[in-house]
């Protein structure tokens, strides 16, 4: 049985899919977070040494420091060795993330008062950078769309300097794929170093790897632990979990596409999570055969299953009013409409990472192609929380000059509010102004 089948009549019936999705949810705790924490301290304390460490450990046996940095002419030796056809894939993919993200830039604004104080938002991008990418099972299935997601906005914000890490593979080599990547995206400054100590290098610096202001990508518990402890010390993209998929769908639907893309995130991580919740009951049961299927076929067979048993639903419910209430419920990373009027439903949708509309709209197309980012919020966190974009690399300074009349004006009544708080050197700082001759 690829995963359960639930005939929801009231929100009670479906408690135990939300029970197992936020099953999902508790932080790192004990061992995972001590290790994590162990590392971060090492790294800021031996630098490259730990690094290397680290690497000859769990990566490439022969590693050496000089190895850390990749040569500007292995990035582009990488690009002329892969398929032309797949480097205008990425070329063309590139395009049009960049041509999305270019319209979330944000401007500096100024508004003025008649007494001639002037008030503004300075928007300005951070001075760096640090983005972690995968290399994969054994860096051969790199994640040639994370570097795309994670740079472009950093890009598109203007950010000067934008350093890259990847664990190396056996032989001490990236994947050739990842440095073609970046080089159609102009990207010079990487490096051969994965998993927490990564992290740590961006996060403190080293002599080789001078730290960055923001670190983004996606990584294992370990990247992710080291993220969350440094909360404070760099700003970070968000705190990923498993990926997910909810799809709402009525009876238009076809039950073998919709098994696909339940399938598509499901083999992602045994803790990914597939739900499908539909207004036909007939359509349920197809779902959940169409799926039996396809998982036979899939060559991450035992990933997948694993997750659509522990994580994964078929759910028929009443209607589209209660699937939309559900759906705002789990708050999901992905949200597919499979419905005959996806546009109809998509105003009573609240919390969702990435809402994908009609039939011919399936997830993938919005990981790799489309445009909008992929860095999405997991775990319930859609509703309070925004994937990544153009923000996340720029900040926004509050800009004030006020008009010697604004403090004569107002200057008595900000001293007072100061010393209703208990703090009379603030009402002294504005008081000196407006009481001197």
């Not at 794929?177 to 961006?202: D, K, P």
């Not at 105003?347 to 993938?364: C, D, M, N, V, Y």
Request: proline share 7%; glycine share 8%.
């Amino acid at each position: 049985m690829p995963c359960p089948l639930y005939l929801c009549s009231t929100l009670a019936d479906f408690a135990p899919v939300l029970d197992r999705l936020t099953a999902r949810q508790t932080p790192p705790q004990g061992e995972i977070a001590e290790r994590t924490a162990d590392i971060l301290a090492d790294v800021a304390a031996r630098g490259d040494t730990a690094l290397v460490d680290y690497t000859r450990r769990f990566d490439c046996p022969d590693f050496t420091a000089d190895m850390l940095c990749v040569a500007p002419d292995e990035i582009k030796a990488a690009a002329a060795s892969i398929p032309a056809s797949d480097l205008a894939i990425i070329t063309e993919a590139a395009a049009n993330i960049r041509q999305f993200h270019e319209a979330q830039i944000q401007h500096s604004w100024w508004m003025t008062r008649p007494d001639g104080t002037l008030l503004g938002r300075m928007v300005t991008p951070v001075d760096s950078a640090g983005l972690y990418v995968p290399g994969g099972i054994g860096g051969e299935t790199p994640l040639i769309s994370s570097l795309l997601m994670n740079a472009i906005p950093a890009q598109v914000a203007k950010v000067a300097r934008i350093a890259v890490v990847s664990p190396p593979r056996k032989d001490g080599t990236l994947n050739p794929s990842i440095l073609a990547a970046a080089h159609v995206l102009g990207l010079t400054e990487i490096y051969r170093v994965g998993s927490a100590w990564a992290i740590a290098a961006l996060a403190h610096g080293t002599k080789t790897i001078a730290p960055a202001d923001v670190l983004a990508g996606p990584g294992n518990i370990f990247v992710t632990t080291a993220k969350r402890l440094l909360v404070g010390t760099v700003g970070i993209d968000m705190i990923a979990g498993p990926s997910e998929i909810v799809i709402l769908a009525d009876d238009t639907a076809n039950p073998d596409w919709l098994a696909a893309d339940m399938l598509s995130q499901a083999e992602h991580d045994p803790l990914a999570a597939s739900v499908c919740l539909t207004t036909s009951e007939t359509l349920a049961r197809a779902v959940r055969e169409a799926l039996k299927g396809r998982l036979a076929t899939l060559p991450r067979h035992d990933i997948t299953a694993r997750a659509l048993a522990d994580f994964g639903a078929v759910a028929a419910v009443g209607d589209l009013d209660a699937g939309a209430t559900l759906v705002n419920r789990m708050a999901p990373e992905h949200l597919e409409l499979a419905v005959a009027d996806p546009w109809a439903l998509l105003g009573k949708i609240r919390h969702a990472g990435a809402i994908f509309l009609g039939h011919t709209s399936p997830e993938p197309v919005g990981d790799y192609f489309a445009g909008p980012n992929h860095v999405l919020p997991t775990m319930g966190t859609a509703r309070f929380s925004s994937g990544l974009s153009v923000a996340a690399f720029c900040k926004e300074s509050s800009v004030i000059a006020t008009a010697p009349g604004f403090v004569r004006e107002h200057g008595a009544k900000i001293a007072r509010l100061a010393r209703l708080e208990g703090l009379e050197a603030h009402a002294r700082s504005v008081e000196c102004r407006f009481s001197q001759k």
